[in-house]
């Protein structure tokens, strides 16, 4: 497995948190997503043989979010 944090744009309250977290979780080989809000921070725990930084990226950016 291996950890990720990726800088993530417009992430204000608990629905952000939810909705990006929530996205991340449903991508099959992310095992965790943990956003803190203050940071504007998202750290991921995967396996990368099953998903890479860029579906993840992706899946940020449907729900509305820029990723840096």
Do not use: P, R
């Not at 417009?10 to 203050?38: I, P, Q, T, Y």
């Amino acid at each position: 497995m291996e950890k990720k944090t990726l800088d993530v744009q417009g992430m204000s309250c608990g629905h952000c948190k939810m909705s990006v977290e929530g996205a991340l979780k449903k991508l099959d080989g992310v095992s965790a997503a943990e956003v803190n809000l203050e940071a504007g921070k998202v750290d991921v725990t995967f396996d990368e043989s099953k998903v890479n930084v860029d579906a993840m990226k992706d899946a940020i950016e449907e729900q509305g979010y820029d990723v840096a």
